[in-house]
């Protein structure tokens, strides 16, 4: 896989993945069910799918928001795959419509559609998301690009002290000259015939 082709599949995952979080959270705040683990997986799977072609190589924020809005269409139609479809007693569903509670008889209150809501969440999910991602990525480029620089910096202040670096000056060895051969002392010669002074003789 090449170096843009990488980047551009984790591009995808993290945006596939915040907008899965962000939109999971909202569609739960609005008051939609739960979703299963099945649920949740499938949206995330199309969401990265259709973010791995509209992101792009580059941070653009047209594509950026297309992918993002399609992620949260996914995300509104496809969390209550396998969701808990369960109703106490008492209770008869309606049918399948999406955000619309079911109906309970025994306090005879009628179902009421909560779409507006629900549409206003992923709406504010999307914006949320697109937001994150957007400048999260660009601060994370900034954050390269500085990393980059201090490292330049660094290598730079490295090289320089080397070169910079005073060289020792050599001490003048210590020259051995021969000593100089000792003169033997003079050799006293000896008299054989030795006596007082002459003066001295009568």
């Given at each position: 896989?090449?170096?843009s ?17 962000v ?10 069910a ?10 995330w ?13 580059a ?5 950026l ?9 996914l995300?509104h139609?496809l ?32 179902p009421v ?38 490292l ?30 000792l003169r ?19």
């Amino acid at each position: 896989m090449s170096r843009s082709r990488a980047t551009r599949v984790i591009r995808a995952s993290v945006a596939a993945s915040i907008a899965t979080f962000v939109a999971l959270f909202s569609h739960v705040a609005a008051g939609g069910a739960m979703p299963s683990w099945l649920g949740i997986a499938v949206p995330w799977v199309l969401s990265l799918a259709v973010c791995t072609v509209l992101v792009g190589r580059a941070l653009s924020l047209p594509r950026l928001g297309v992918a993002v809005v399609l992620s949260q269409l996914l995300f509104h139609l496809l969390f209550v795959l396998g969701a808990d479809s369960g109703a106490p007693a008492g209770t008869v569903a309606t049918g399948h419509v999406h955000g619309l509670p079911v109906l309970d008889l025994s306090t005879g209150a009628t179902p009421v559609a909560a779409d507006l809501s629900m549409w206003f969440a992923h709406l504010a999910a999307a914006v949320l998301t697109v937001a994150a991602l957007y400048r999260g990525e660009r601060l994370v480029i900034r954050l390269g690009v500085l990393a980059r620089e201090l490292l330049a910096w660094v290598r730079r202040r490295i090289l320089s002290g080397v070169v910079r670096l005073p060289a020792v000056a050599e001490r003048p060895g210590i020259v051995c000259t021969p000593a100089a051969p000792l003169r033997s002392a003079p050799v006293v010669s000896l008299v054989r015939r030795r006596g007082p002074p002459l003066s001295f003789v009568v």
